[in-house]
Protein backbone atom coordinates (compact mmCIF):
# COMPACT_ATOMS: atom_id res chain seq x y z
CA UNK A 1 0.00 0.00 0.00
CA UNK A 2 2.28 2.63 -1.11
CA UNK A 3 -0.59 5.10 -2.18
CA UNK A 4 -2.61 6.94 0.31
CA UNK A 5 -6.25 7.02 -1.00
CA UNK A 6 -8.17 10.44 -1.10
CA UNK A 7 -11.76 10.55 -2.46
CA UNK A 8 -13.73 13.18 -2.39
CA UNK A 9 -17.75 12.74 -1.86
CA UNK A 10 -19.66 15.73 -3.23
CA UNK A 11 -22.82 14.34 -2.28
CA UNK A 12 -25.64 16.18 -4.30
CA UNK A 13 -23.85 19.12 -5.10
CA UNK A 14 -21.74 20.91 -6.84
CA UNK A 15 -22.45 22.24 -10.80
CA UNK A 16 -20.29 22.31 -14.45
CA UNK A 17 -18.96 25.81 -13.04
CA UNK A 18 -17.41 24.06 -10.37
CA UNK A 19 -16.78 20.83 -11.94
CA UNK A 20 -13.98 23.17 -13.97
CA UNK A 21 -12.63 24.93 -11.14
CA UNK A 22 -12.07 22.06 -8.85
CA UNK A 23 -10.19 20.25 -11.70
CA UNK A 24 -7.74 22.78 -12.66
CA UNK A 25 -6.82 23.04 -8.51
CA UNK A 26 -5.67 19.98 -7.69
CA UNK A 27 -2.36 18.85 -6.92
CA UNK A 28 -0.81 16.18 -8.56
CA UNK A 29 1.34 13.89 -5.69
CA UNK A 30 3.21 10.73 -6.43
CA UNK A 31 2.49 8.69 -3.11
CA UNK A 32 -1.50 9.98 -2.95
CA UNK A 33 -4.38 8.51 -4.91
CA UNK A 34 -7.13 11.28 -5.36
CA UNK A 35 -10.56 10.48 -6.27
CA UNK A 36 -13.64 12.52 -7.05
CA UNK A 37 -16.95 11.41 -6.74
CA UNK A 38 -19.56 13.62 -8.06
CA UNK A 39 -23.24 13.51 -9.04
CA UNK A 40 -23.25 10.64 -11.74
CA UNK A 41 -24.35 13.62 -14.29
CA UNK A 42 -20.95 15.33 -13.62
CA UNK A 43 -18.74 11.71 -13.86
CA UNK A 44 -18.20 12.73 -17.48
CA UNK A 45 -16.85 16.02 -17.79
CA UNK A 46 -14.42 15.19 -14.82
CA UNK A 47 -12.88 12.37 -16.41
CA UNK A 48 -12.31 14.73 -19.66
CA UNK A 49 -10.49 16.94 -16.97
CA UNK A 50 -9.10 14.42 -15.45
CA UNK A 51 -5.56 14.51 -16.96
CA UNK A 52 -4.09 11.82 -14.55
CA UNK A 53 -4.06 14.55 -11.71
CA UNK A 54 -7.42 12.39 -10.30
CA UNK A 55 -9.77 9.42 -10.96
CA UNK A 56 -13.41 9.46 -10.92
CA UNK A 57 -15.91 7.81 -8.62
CA UNK A 58 -19.61 7.46 -8.86
CA UNK A 59 -21.19 7.91 -5.54
CA UNK A 60 -23.38 4.38 -6.14
CA UNK A 61 -24.90 2.03 -8.65
CA UNK A 62 -27.69 0.17 -9.26
CA UNK A 63 -27.44 -3.97 -8.04
CA UNK A 64 -28.53 -4.75 -11.38
CA UNK A 65 -26.51 -5.40 -14.40
CA UNK A 66 -29.97 -3.92 -16.34
CA UNK A 67 -33.29 -3.84 -16.97
CA UNK A 68 -36.36 -1.91 -16.05
CA UNK A 69 -35.12 -0.10 -13.41
CA UNK A 70 -35.69 3.75 -13.57
CA UNK A 71 -33.25 6.17 -12.49
CA UNK A 72 -30.64 3.74 -11.73
CA UNK A 73 -27.27 3.69 -13.51
CA UNK A 74 -25.15 0.17 -13.68
CA UNK A 75 -22.02 -0.50 -12.53
CA UNK A 76 -20.97 -0.85 -16.54
CA UNK A 77 -22.34 2.36 -16.96
CA UNK A 78 -20.23 3.95 -14.64
CA UNK A 79 -17.25 2.13 -16.46
CA UNK A 80 -18.68 3.80 -19.57
CA UNK A 81 -18.25 7.02 -18.35
CA UNK A 82 -15.06 6.82 -17.62
CA UNK A 83 -15.45 6.15 -13.52
CA UNK A 84 -12.65 3.88 -12.25
CA UNK A 85 -14.13 3.75 -8.12
CA UNK A 86 -17.78 3.49 -6.81
CA UNK A 87 -18.66 3.95 -3.57
CA UNK A 88 -21.07 1.47 -2.12
CA UNK A 89 -23.00 1.53 1.32
CA UNK A 90 -22.38 4.89 2.26
CA UNK A 91 -24.80 5.47 5.94
CA UNK A 92 -27.14 7.89 4.01
CA UNK A 93 -27.75 5.50 1.27
CA UNK A 94 -28.42 2.46 4.18
CA UNK A 95 -30.75 4.48 6.04
CA UNK A 96 -32.70 6.97 3.34
CA UNK A 97 -32.84 3.89 0.80
CA UNK A 98 -32.82 1.05 3.14
CA UNK A 99 -30.25 -0.82 1.97
CA UNK A 100 -29.11 -3.70 4.05
CA UNK A 101 -26.19 -5.91 4.01
CA UNK A 102 -27.18 -7.94 1.50
CA UNK A 103 -28.57 -4.79 -1.22
CA UNK A 104 -24.63 -3.79 -0.31
CA UNK A 105 -23.16 -6.99 -1.65
CA UNK A 106 -25.12 -7.12 -4.24
CA UNK A 107 -24.02 -4.07 -5.62
CA UNK A 108 -20.63 -5.01 -5.15
CA UNK A 109 -20.69 -7.97 -7.05
CA UNK A 110 -21.54 -5.72 -10.11
CA UNK A 111 -18.98 -3.15 -9.17
CA UNK A 112 -16.50 -5.91 -9.25
CA UNK A 113 -17.88 -7.97 -12.45
CA UNK A 114 -17.23 -3.85 -14.06
CA UNK A 115 -13.62 -4.39 -13.33
CA UNK A 116 -14.15 -1.00 -10.67
CA UNK A 117 -13.28 -0.64 -7.19
CA UNK A 118 -15.70 -0.73 -4.76
CA UNK A 119 -14.96 1.31 -1.13
CA UNK A 120 -17.28 -0.25 0.49
CA UNK A 121 -18.68 2.41 3.42
CA UNK A 122 -18.95 0.81 7.12
CA UNK A 123 -20.09 2.87 10.09
CA UNK A 124 -22.20 2.80 14.05
CA UNK A 125 -24.83 5.12 14.98
CA UNK A 126 -23.99 7.10 18.24
CA UNK A 127 -26.75 4.86 20.30
CA UNK A 128 -24.14 2.04 19.07
CA UNK A 129 -21.04 3.43 20.49
CA UNK A 130 -22.36 4.93 23.46
CA UNK A 131 -23.86 1.69 24.37
CA UNK A 132 -20.30 -0.16 23.76
CA UNK A 133 -21.33 -1.73 20.94
CA UNK A 134 -19.67 0.12 17.56
CA UNK A 135 -17.19 -2.76 16.85
CA UNK A 136 -19.37 -5.62 16.69
CA UNK A 137 -21.28 -3.48 14.64
CA UNK A 138 -18.60 -2.38 11.97
CA UNK A 139 -17.06 -5.95 12.08
CA UNK A 140 -20.40 -7.28 11.28
CA UNK A 141 -20.65 -4.63 8.19
CA UNK A 142 -17.51 -6.07 7.12
CA UNK A 143 -17.67 -9.15 7.74
CA UNK A 144 -21.01 -9.32 5.61
CA UNK A 145 -19.21 -8.64 2.44
CA UNK A 146 -16.31 -11.32 2.14
CA UNK A 147 -16.74 -12.81 -1.11
CA UNK A 148 -16.05 -8.92 -2.20
CA UNK A 149 -13.19 -8.90 -0.18
CA UNK A 150 -11.85 -12.05 -1.67
CA UNK A 151 -12.73 -11.43 -4.78
CA UNK A 152 -12.34 -7.89 -5.94
CA UNK A 153 -9.05 -7.18 -7.92
CA UNK A 154 -8.88 -3.55 -5.92
CA UNK A 155 -10.88 -2.59 -2.68
CA UNK A 156 -11.06 -0.26 -0.11
CA UNK A 157 -12.54 0.25 3.35
CA UNK A 158 -14.18 3.52 4.54
CA UNK A 159 -15.19 3.65 8.09
CA UNK A 160 -17.80 6.78 8.75
CA UNK A 161 -18.89 7.16 12.48
CA UNK A 162 -22.38 8.17 11.50
CA UNK A 163 -22.89 10.59 14.35
CA UNK A 164 -19.63 12.12 12.79
CA UNK A 165 -21.05 12.88 9.06
CA UNK A 166 -21.70 16.50 8.54
CA UNK A 167 -21.89 17.51 11.67
CA UNK A 168 -18.76 18.84 12.33
CA UNK A 169 -17.70 16.42 15.05
CA UNK A 170 -14.99 13.92 14.36
CA UNK A 171 -13.69 10.49 16.13
CA UNK A 172 -10.81 11.39 18.08
CA UNK A 173 -7.64 9.96 16.23
CA UNK A 174 -7.69 7.26 18.95
CA UNK A 175 -11.12 6.20 18.57
CA UNK A 176 -10.32 6.05 14.69
CA UNK A 177 -7.50 4.06 15.22
CA UNK A 178 -8.85 1.02 17.62
CA UNK A 179 -11.77 1.30 14.41
CA UNK A 180 -9.02 0.89 12.25
CA UNK A 181 -7.62 -1.93 14.25
CA UNK A 182 -10.22 -3.99 14.28
CA UNK A 183 -11.88 -3.28 10.75
CA UNK A 184 -8.01 -5.10 10.17
CA UNK A 185 -8.51 -8.02 12.51
CA UNK A 186 -12.08 -8.46 10.29
CA UNK A 187 -9.93 -8.26 7.10
CA UNK A 188 -7.81 -10.98 8.06
CA UNK A 189 -10.26 -13.02 9.06
CA UNK A 190 -12.25 -12.97 6.22
CA UNK A 191 -10.19 -12.40 3.76
CA UNK A 192 -6.55 -13.18 4.40
CA UNK A 193 -4.61 -12.91 0.89
CA UNK A 194 -5.99 -9.94 -0.10
CA UNK A 195 -6.43 -8.07 3.67
CA UNK A 196 -2.86 -6.66 3.77
CA UNK A 197 -3.44 -4.71 0.64
CA UNK A 198 -7.16 -3.71 1.38
CA UNK A 199 -6.64 0.47 2.18
CA UNK A 200 -8.69 1.29 5.31
CA UNK A 201 -9.81 5.59 4.97
CA UNK A 202 -11.52 7.29 7.57
CA UNK A 203 -14.18 9.73 7.00
CA UNK A 204 -16.76 11.92 9.12
CA UNK A 205 -15.58 15.83 9.07
CA UNK A 206 -12.98 15.23 7.42
CA UNK A 207 -11.03 18.85 7.20
CA UNK A 208 -7.62 20.65 6.55
CA UNK A 209 -7.34 21.03 10.32
CA UNK A 210 -7.96 17.61 11.17
CA UNK A 211 -6.20 15.92 8.38
CA UNK A 212 -2.46 15.81 9.78
CA UNK A 213 -3.45 14.86 12.99
CA UNK A 214 -5.14 11.26 11.23
CA UNK A 215 -2.30 10.56 8.54
CA UNK A 216 0.20 10.98 11.70
CA UNK A 217 -1.27 6.77 11.93
CA UNK A 218 0.20 4.36 9.51
CA UNK A 219 -3.33 2.79 10.45
CA UNK A 220 -5.27 5.45 8.55
CA UNK A 221 -4.16 5.13 4.70
CA UNK A 222 -6.58 7.30 3.19
CA UNK A 223 -9.88 9.75 4.03
CA UNK A 224 -13.27 9.69 2.66
CA UNK A 225 -13.84 13.58 2.58
CA UNK A 226 -17.36 15.28 2.48
CA UNK A 227 -18.24 18.83 2.99
CA UNK A 228 -14.60 19.89 2.88
CA UNK A 229 -14.00 18.00 -0.78
CA UNK A 230 -16.61 21.35 -1.73
CA UNK A 231 -13.85 23.71 -0.59
CA UNK A 232 -11.36 23.53 -3.64
CA UNK A 233 -8.11 25.27 -1.54
CA UNK A 234 -9.18 23.48 2.07
CA UNK A 235 -9.79 19.92 -0.42
CA UNK A 236 -6.29 20.59 -1.96
CA UNK A 237 -4.49 21.01 1.99
CA UNK A 238 -6.05 17.69 2.63
CA UNK A 239 -4.59 15.53 -0.29
CA UNK A 240 -0.87 17.74 0.92
CA UNK A 241 -1.32 16.27 4.23
CA UNK A 242 -1.51 12.46 3.06
CA UNK A 243 1.48 13.00 1.09
CA UNK A 244 3.57 14.24 4.25
Known amino acids: MTQRLVIA ?3 MNGDLAFVEALASSLPSLANVQTVIAPPAVYALRLAELAQEVFKVGLQDVGRHESGAHTGEVSAAMARDLGASVV ?3 HSERRS ?5 DAAVAAKCEQITAAELMPVICVGETLAERESG ?16 LRNAKEVAIAYEPIWAIGTGKSATATEAVQMHQAIRGALEEVAPLAAPEIRILYG ?7 APELFAYSDIQGVLVGGASLDTEQ ?5 RAAAN
Open 133 to 148: KAIDRVRAQVMAQKQC
Open 87 to 89: LVG
Open 235 to 239: FAAII
Open 9 to 11: NWK
Open 204 to 210: GSVNAEN
Open 96 to 100: EHAED
